[in-house]
């Protein structure tokens, strides 16, 4: 379950639902009734918390998702987007991550979720992370 106050509008998350899960964009939050208004790619429906999970960091939704570059490093994988920088030491592992923009440079050693990677993104840049329309 994700914590209300760790998402904003924009960010990426999923949505547990009869089952079935998909992928969601936050629209809008209520604080108040602890609900989630999220567009599922059909429509915009709000969902309470216990139907909102995280979702996990992954080569795929960085480059897929959210229109990063990669390339090959002696020492890992380094993902572009702009000025922007993540390192990731062991491919395939996001548990050990160092991402920049300019001199603000930042070191993790817990795996990291879509959406805090979005608002660590807007934290450093002011630009949200947005998701990355796709190419029919």
């Known amino acids: 379950m994700v ?6 509008q924009g960010d990426i998350v ?3 639902e009869d089952n079935s899960e998909r992928e969601g964009v936050v629209n809008s939050i209520d604080r108040n009734d602890n609900k989630v208004c999220i567009n599922n790619g059909i429509q915009e429906f709000w969902y309470p918390l216990e ?10 939704r960085l480059i897929n998702t959210l ?3 990669r390339e090959e490093m002696d ?7 702009g000025p922007f920088r993540i390192v990731v030491q062991d491919p395939g592992n996001y548990t050990n991550i ?8 930042r070191h993790f050693n817990h795996p990291l979720y879509i959406h805090e990677l979005q ?3 807007l934290s450093m840049t ?3 992370l947005e998701k990355v329309s796709t190419k029919h």
């Not at 914590?3 to 904003?8: A, F, N, S, V």
């Not at 139907?51 to 795929?60: K, Y």
């Not at 020492?75 to 987007?81: A, D, F, I, L, S």
């Open 3 to 8: 914590k209300i106050t760790d998402l904003k």
């Open 51 to 60: 139907q909102i999970a995280p979702m996990p960091l992954t080569e795929d």
């Open 98 to 105: 160092e991402m920049w923009y300019r001199e603000d440079r």
């Open 67 to 69: 229109g990063f570059e």
């Open 126 to 128: 002011k630009v949200h």
């Open 119 to 121: 608002n660590l993104h």
């Open 75 to 81: 020492n890992g994988v380094k993902y572009k987007k």
């Open 14 to 16: 999923k949505i547990i």
